[in-house]
């Protein structure tokens, strides 16, 4: 990573996580149930069965709502083990059948039960919706700066579909990016939906134009 596009990265970063440490938690709820009608109302939601869903802290996105909302519609929803990874268990995904099958007690993030049987390859699971900090109109994705998502995305099927939360104040023009970073397929905000697919459109518009 060059430094101008780790410094500008971490401008972002910092401005987008205090406009989102300003949110109050009428908001956050409200938003984290509109994010989860509109990505329970996209076409994903009904056709796929397996869904990596992370587990929301602080003013992330809230995804509870959207978690028993799949786990009502018998999909099968993983977690990721973050703490797994730190500790040196390499990435992996564990599935809950419950929201009280995520452990939050002495922990930063909710962590799955690690019952072996529950362990799910990662390349087996058929969306995956993700957090970020920032994204893009062409649905680039700046996050926390660990790298985490990235690595485990990289993991995943190329079939598999990448859906990114946000609040509507997250999406950027565009964003710096880096060869490892892993764009999305899709992203949902409690008030729209940004496709990769139509923002190529629009971005190859856009580049003809200036030319």
Partial sequence: MSRAISQEKLAIREMMKAMRQGLSPEEVGHSGQAVSRM???QPEANSAGSFCVYASVGKEVATGTLILELLESGKTVV????EGWKQGCGLRVARIQDPGDLLVENRVVPQPRNVPERIMPIDRVEVFLIPG???DMYCNRIGMGGGYY???LALS???ATLIGLAYDFQIM???PVDDHDVPVHKIVTPSQCVTA???HKRRVTEDATRS
């Fill in 157 to 159: 099927s190329p079939k």
């Fill in 39 to 41: 990505t329970m109302s």
């Fill in 79 to 82: 977690v990721p083990d973050w």
């Fill in 173 to 175: 023009h565009s964003l």
């Fill in 133 to 135: 900090v920032a994204y």
């Fill in 197 to 199: 697919q139509d923002q």
């Fill in 150 to 152: 990235d690595r485990l």
